[in-house]
């Protein structure tokens, strides 16, 4: 794992050891992928102005996100699949987590079930802390019986995925014809009694009406995944949600999205302070989180450079990936003449191609 020495590496190493088409499904976005190479494009367009002569102790990273203590700022995005990166899946990646003191948020469609990903993160850690990602399904009561596992199994929070009225179109997939999961692989919280598994429904008919619903049958903080539209985030606050993931699903969803990272300000001028904002898409440097930090970010969480880790080297690789991150993050930090991550000014960050 030592020859990798920044997230690029490890995306190489992966693709090195991955079956071609399951390295398209984590590689690729929607159509054209448009916004898959907006998101990284755009931190490219965003410069950092340090301060000088600070005279501060090295910086802290620590933080608190919906009450749970994060040694970073850094989160896990949700992923379905992980078994396709890696034999031990989300296992794996949980464990990692869990060591690194990282928010992982555990995807509905994963390939290991929530409650043996809760058991692997405390045999690591005392107090892991787990979300569980959620696509709402139309059938209600199915959807209160996955809310019930995630409870009982410890999640702390319930992230509901809210760009996902349709599945985004996929032509990587198609020309692949990856439709299905290899046999042997299942989506372990769709499992039924009976052992079958059910298939996910992604509806355009979901509306504010069952977040609604949800409040009401949940005491979780319930934090919103896939909002770019100050408009969507003013609702969210009015109707009671607790967080927001600023995110295009990693451009996978609608192709012409604007990067995530664009969309931070103009959300934080509406809700930041009410509301903790979280972002994702396009983030592989200690850099990238500090201008999310500076344009309102509370968190930064990553997708793909979990999976590249798990590829590359299972739960290894993954702490490998987590570590890089935090010494990237505490570098940069301190050549931007921060002591912490709280306080990441406005101003350091600019317009400013490169
Ligand atoms: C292979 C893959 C699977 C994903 N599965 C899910 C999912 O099941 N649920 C979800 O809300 N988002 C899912 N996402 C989106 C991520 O949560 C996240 O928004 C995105 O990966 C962030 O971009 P990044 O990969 O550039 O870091 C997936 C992303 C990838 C790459
Ligand atoms: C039929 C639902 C497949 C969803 C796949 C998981 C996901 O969100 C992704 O981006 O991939």
Redesign the pocket.
């Known amino acids: 794992m030592e020859a990798n020495v920044n997230v690029r590496d490890f995306e190489a190493a992966a693709k090195a050891v991955l079956d071609p088409v399951h390295f398209d499904?984590?590689?690729s976005g929607a159509q054209d992928e448009l916004t898959?190479r907006a998101?990284?494009a755009a931190f490219r367009r965003l410069a950092l102005v340090p301060r000088i002569l600070r005279g501060h102790k090295p910086p802290r990273l620590g933080r608190t996100v919906l009450g749970s203590q994060a040694s970073m700022p850094i989160m896990i995005?949700?992923?379905?699949?992980h078994r396709l990166a890696h034999p031990d899946g989300e296992r794996a990646s949980v464990r990692a987590a869990a060591e690194a003191g990282v928010i992982m948020?555990a995807?509905?469609?994963a390939t290991v079930a929530i409650e043996d990903m809760a058991d692997e993160a405390r045999k690591v850690a005392e107090e892991p802390v787990l979300w569980f990602?959620l696509?709402l399904q139309p059938d209600l009561g199915f959807t209160e019986a996955i809310v019930r596992r995630a409870e009982a199994a410890g999640c702390t929070a319930l992230?509901v995925?809210v760009?996902?009225p349709a599945l985004g179109r996929n032509e990587r997939g198609d020309r692949n014809d990856f439709h299905d999961l290899p046999p042997g692989i299942r989506c372990e919280n769709l499992r039924e009694s009976g052992g079958s598994v059910r298939g996910v429904v992604l509806s355009p008919e979901i509306s504010w009406r069952h977040l609604d619903w949800l409040r009401g049958i949940t005491r979780l903080p319930i934090v919103l995944?896939?909002v770019l539209h100050p408009a969507d985030a003013e609702l969210a606050q009015r109707r009671g949600i607790d967080a927001i993931?600023v995110?295009?699903?990693?451009?996978?969803q609608l192709d012409g999205t604007p990067p995530a990272v664009d969309r931070l300000r103009v959300i934080a001028d509406v809700v930041g302070g009410e509301l903790p904002l979280l972002v994702?898409?396009?983030?592989?440097r200690g850099t990238d989180v500090v201008k999310t930090l500076a344009l309102g970010a509370t968190a930064a969480?990553?997708?793909?450079?979990v999976?590249w880790g798990l590829a590359a080297g299972g739960e290894d690789g993954v702490a490998r990936v987590l570590d890089l991150l935090r010494i990237e993050l505490l570098n940069a930090l301190t050549l931007c003449g921060c002591d912490s991550v709280e306080s990441v000014p406005r101003d350091l960050v600019i317009q400013g191609a490169m």
């Not at 995005?77 to 699949?81: D, I």
């Not at 995110?247 to 996978?252: K, T, V, Y």
Request: charge should be positive.
């Open positions: 499904y984590f590689a898959v998101n990284e995005a949700p992923t379905a699949f948020i995807a509905m469609l990602q696509y992230v995925t760009d996902s995944k896939g993931i995110s295009n699903h990693g451009g996978r994702d898409g396009g983030i592989r969480a990553i997708g793909r450079p999976l």
